[in-house]
C-alpha cells in the first residue's frame, strides 16, 4: 500500500477526494495546517491516528525531500493512479509528454508547473523514466491530486494517437528551427520534452510538427527540463489568455 508525506501534498489530496484509508499524525505535532488536515479528515470521514515519528518514517519509506521529511504527517492508501489518454483529451487542453525524464524531482517540478499554466495532462513512459512515487509527489507540492497523468508503454504511439485525435505537436530541442516565443501555437497541442542528458528521442523529434528551441546567453548550451518545460508553458497561456496572439 503506498503513502504520501508531507503537509501540502497530503492536504491536497484530502482537498481534491483521493481515496485515503487513514491519516496518521506525528504523536506530539501540532500547529494550524497539522489541525486543518485533521478537520479534513473528519469531514471525509477518514481516521486520523497518532503514531511515533519512528512509524511515521516506516511508513514512507524514510523518504526525505530537501531535508523536510514528512512533517508530521503521513496518508495511507493514496494509490498511484494513472489516467487514460481517452479520458484527458476529451476536452482537448494541453497535453505535456516527458521522453524519459528520469530525475523524480524534475517530473514533480514539471506536473507542478503545467497544472499552475492550465495543462490538461502530463504524459510519461512506463520504461526508463520516473514514475508516480512519493518524492514526485512531493517535489509536484499537490499538483498530483489535480494533474492527470496517463503512463503509456510507448511516447512515439501516444504521440501516433494524440496526431490522429488533431493535436499539434511540439518538440523543446536545442537544435530547433524556430524560437519559442515566435511560432505559431496551434490548439489543441502537445509540448513534448526529453530527458536529462540527452534531450529527445530520434523516432520522436520525427514526429513533431515544430521542434522549437528557447535562445539562451552565455556558455550553458541548454536548459533543465523542469525549467524549459515552464518557459513554454507559460508562454503557452499567455498566447491562449490573448486569444493566440
Not at 95 to 115: K, Q
Request: charge should be positive; charged fraction near 25%; aromatic fraction near 4%.
Amino acid at each position: 500500500m503506498s503513502s504520501l508525506a508531507g503537509i501540502h501534498p497530503v492536504r491536497e489530496a484530502l482537498r481534491a477526494g483521493r481515496p485515503l484509508e487513514r491519516v496518521m499524525i506525528a504523536k506530539g505535532a501540532g500547529g494550524p495546517r497539522l489541525q486543518e488536515i485533521i478537520e479534513l479528515c473528519r469531514e471525509r470521514k477518514i481516521p486520523v491516528r497518532f503514531e511515533s515519528r519512528e512509524q511515521l518514517d516506516r511508513a514512507c519509506g524514510g523518504v526525505v525531500m530537501k531535508g523536510v521529511g514528512h512533517q508530521g504527517v503521513v496518508a495511507i492508501g493514496a494509490a498511484e493512479k494513472y489516467a487514460t489518454l481517452d479520458e484527458t483529451t476529451a476536452g482537448g487542453g494541453l497535453h505535456v509528454i516527458l521522453d524519459g525524464v528520469e530525475d523524480p524531482h524534475n517530473l514533480g517540478a514539471i506536473i507542478r508547473t503545467a497544472h499552475a499554466a492550465g495543462a490538461a495532462a502530463a504524459v510519461i513512459p512506463e520504461r526508463r523514466a520516473a514514475g508516480l512515487t512519493e518524492t514526485v509527489a512531493r517535489a509536484a507540492s499537490g499538483a498530483l491530486a489535480y494533474l492527470p497523468v496517463v503512463r503509456v508503454v510507448s511516447v512515439n504511439r501516444a504521440l501516433d494517437d494524440l496526431k490522429e485525435r488533431g493535436y499539434w505537436i511540439y518538440g523543446m530541442d536545442e537544435r530547433g528551427e524556430q524560437e519559442y516565443d515566435r511560432v505559431e501555437i496551434s490548439a489543441p497541442t502537445a509540448i513534448v520534452l526529453g530527458g536529462e542528458g540527452r534531450g529527445l528521442h530520434e523516432h520522436v523529434l520525427k514526429r513533431c510538427d515544430f521542434r522549437v528551441r528557447i535562445p539562451l546567453s552565455g556558455g550553458v548550451a541548454s536548459l533543465n527540463v523542469s525549467v524549459a518545460a515552464g518557459v513554454f508553458l507559460f508562454e503557452w497561456r499567455r498566447r491562449t489568455s490573448l486569444g493566440g496572439r
